[in-house]
Structure formats: structure tokens, C-alpha cells
């Protein structure tokens, strides 16, 4: 029996006490002192590098809230008045239980260049409930197993039984969030459905990651995970990617991100409006600037971290102008791309648990870290 299911209002407010331990638009907007817009985002989102034209265009002011994961982002909405935030940033998999909690305007499709997308992203799983669009792919990325490449090369890196490697013993490390990990994982293990296992797979699951543990040097945040990958404390880190070897390649470091023969998984993220937005036309005016191609190229090279985007248009830039970059992005024309990999079935949409509750998977994490 599937038990993660669309969840109301009111246990997201019970949950938060957990959780808390020129473009068309009217020119009027460019005269006097800027408006403001608020956004809920993971960290990066609103800097200038993301938004200074936008802002520019519009005579707007961004004000962001950031957070850091998933349960924190319930957190604040359920704390948090409705029309609190009037752009709301958050990974796909969220998408649905915020917009059944009551917590998106729902989005017209007309209003954003769909056209330009990728086909795999123009009805994007989760973004839709019924024929109801709450939110736009903004960007996304895949993640399987970063490496320094001057211990690990790539056909090493082909398969996460690699994780397992005596030359590895206290190398390994650790993003510090189960839904990436244990989805790798789940992988690994012949579940062609990562995160919908039953009993049985989740208990095989569970043996397999405890088994990992003895080749753990630690469980890192962010930063954590940048420094211990780019100074050698870690060779390895599983179930991350690009999104941390591209900021640490700019710094010279000999990394790469390798998506084994068993499959990588895709995180997503999107942009929604909040519900009861006094400015919904504006933070729809932000959308559409963010899924055009001068806001698809700003996405695709933000200085927090690069990621892969929908956009035909976006793509047909970075080749052109940031060709290396591109390349270590699968952004290129050809076999072996982001599009292939999807195609191909190797990627793996990243998703709650489909059979177990989250708190089943989150409690079994802190589980692992404490053996």
C-alpha cells in the first residue's frame, strides 16, 4: 500500500513542529523605487548572478528566504501566513504535496515557452496534478558517483559496487540527505524503481547501506562536501554530481561525476507562485523571464552550483559559448547527452517514497549515521 500520500494543510502545520528543530510588462514598473518580490528558495536562487537583469528589467528588488532541505522549506510555509512568499523554489518531488496542501496558485501552461523545452519536460511528472500545472522546470541535474580522478578513473567509477573498494576504506563520503543516497543505492540493487520498494527490497536496502558503513569517512553538508572532495579527505562521494564537480573543476580540482552502468538519478527543480500572492503577475513575469533563454543560460551557470536546463535555446548557447562547460553537463548534440541518458532509461527521476513514509526512510538514515 502506497503510504506517501498527498498530504493536507493541516499536517503540514503538525509536521512543521517537527521540521523546525524587457519583456512585455507595463513600463510604469521601471519608475520610482523598485518593488519588491519574495521568494522561498534553496540558496542561490536570488542572487545577482540569477536575477540582476531581471530585477534591472522590471525595476524589481528579490527578496529571498533561503533553506536547506525539503523539510525546512514545510516548515516555513506552514508557519508562515498564505501570500507570505510570492515565488516559491523547490525540487520536484515537493511539488504535489505543496500544491494539495494548498500552498501554489495554480499556473497557466500558455503563459510559459513550453515549446522550447525538451519534450521529456514540457509535461514534467509531479509538476501536474490532473491537467492542473502548479509549477516550471527551472533546472535540473543527475547524480551518480564524483570522483577525484586522480584515484578513481572512470570505468572504476562504472558501477557503485565501487563504493565497496578496500583502496577506498574511510574515503568515502557522504551528502547528508537519504533521499540521493539511498536511491543510488536502491539502484545498485536491481530496483528498477528506486524509491517504489516493497518490504522486502526496503529491508535489502537497509542491509546494503548499513554494509557501506565501515568505508564512511563522514556525512557532509554542502560545503562540507565541496572541501573534503577538493583537499583529498574523501576520493568518492555517491548520489551527487555535476552540481558539486563543476564548482570544484572551476577551481582547478581533478573531478568528474560518472553515471554508473546501473543508473543515476535526476533532481529537479522548479519555480512556483505562492498562494495568495499580491503580486502573482509579477512573480509569473519572473517565471517566464527564468524559463526564456536569457534566464535558462543564467540558470545553467549559477555561481552556487551549474545544472543541466530544459531549454533547446539554452542549450544551443552554452555549446556555443561555454563548450567545455556543456560538455561536463551533457549538454551537447549527439549520443551520450543528458536527453540520450534519458532516453536510454539510465536516469532515474528522483522521488518520495512511494512505500514506505518519508519518516521511514529519514528515521533509518539517522539509523545508519549512528552505527
Do not use: C
Amino acid at each position: 500500500m502506497k503510504k506517501n500520500k498527498l498530504i493536507t494543510r493541516r499536517s503540514f502545520i503538525k509536521n512543521a513542529a517537527i521540521a523546525s528543530s524587457s519583456l512585455a510588462f507595463p513600463s510604469i514598473l521601471k519608475a520610482g523605487s523598485p518593488t519588491t518580490l519574495t521568494m522561498l528558495a534553496w540558496y542561490g536562487q536570488a542572487e545577482p548572478d540569477a536575477v540582476e537583469e531581471f530585477e534591472r528589467l522590471y525595476n524589481v528588488k528579490i527578496i529571498p528566504k533561503y533553506y536547506v532541505g525539503g523539510e525546512q522549506m514545510i516548515a516555513l510555509l506552514a508557519q508562515s501566513p498564505p501570500g507570505t512568499y510570492d515565488i516559491i523554489h523547490a525540487d520536484a518531488e515537493y511539488v504535489q504535496q505543496l500544491a494539495a496542501a494548498n500552498f501554489l496558485e495554480k499556473l497557466d501552461a500558455e503563459d510559459y515557452p513550453f515549446d522550447d523545452f525538451y519534450s521529456e519536460f514540457q509535461n514534467f511528472p509531479g509538476h501536474w496534478i490532473g491537467k492542473d500545472l502548479y509549477a516550471v522546470i527551472s533546472r535540473f541535474g543527475f547524480l551518480g558517483i564524483s570522483h577525484n580522478l586522480d584515484v578513481v578513473s572512470v570505468k572504476e567509477a562504472s558501477s557503485y559496487k565501487l563504493l565497496w573498494d578496500k583502496k577506498l576504506k574511510n574515503r568515502v563520503g557522504h551528502f547528508d540527505w537519504h533521499l540521493p543516497n539511498l536511491g543510488a543505492l536502491s539502484l545498485l540493487n536491481g530496483n528498477s524503481s528506486p524509491y517504489s520498494i516493497n518490504k522486502t527490497s526496503w529491508n535489502n536496502l537497509k542491509k546494503t547501506t548499513l554494509s557501506l558503513k565501515p568505508q564512511i569517512r563522514g556525512f557532509y553538508d554542502y560545503g562540507g562536501v565541496l572541501s573534503s572532495l577538493k583537499n583529498g579527505e574523501v576520493s568518492v562521494i555517491p548520489g551527487i554530481g555535476e552540481w558539486i564537480t563543476g564548482v570544484l573543476r572551476r577551481d582547478g580540482a581533478n573531478v568528474t561525476t560518472t553515471i554508473p552502468e546501473e543508473g543515476g538519478i535526476q533532481f529537479t527543480e522548479s519555480f512556483s507562485i505562492g498562494k495568495n500572492s499580491r503580486k502573482a503577475e509579477l512573480a509569473r513575469k519572473f517565471i517566464q523571464y527564468m524559463a526564456g533563454e536569457k534566464g535558462q543560460y543564467r540558470l545553467a551557470n549559477l555561481n552556487v552550483f551549474p545544472a543541466i536546463i530544459p531549454s533547446k535555446k539554452g542549450w544551443k548557447r552554452m555549446i556555443a559559448e561555454k563548450p567545455m562547460e556543456a560538455k561536463h553537463l551533457g549538454m551537447f548534440n549527439g549520443s551520450g547527452n543528458a536527453i540520450d541518458l534519458i532516453q536510454r532509461g539510465r536516469i532515474h527521476i528522483r522521488e518520495l517514497p512511494h512505500q514506505q513514509s518519508l519518516e521511514d526512510w529519514n528515521d533509518f538514515w539517522s539509523e545508519y549515521k549512528g552505527s
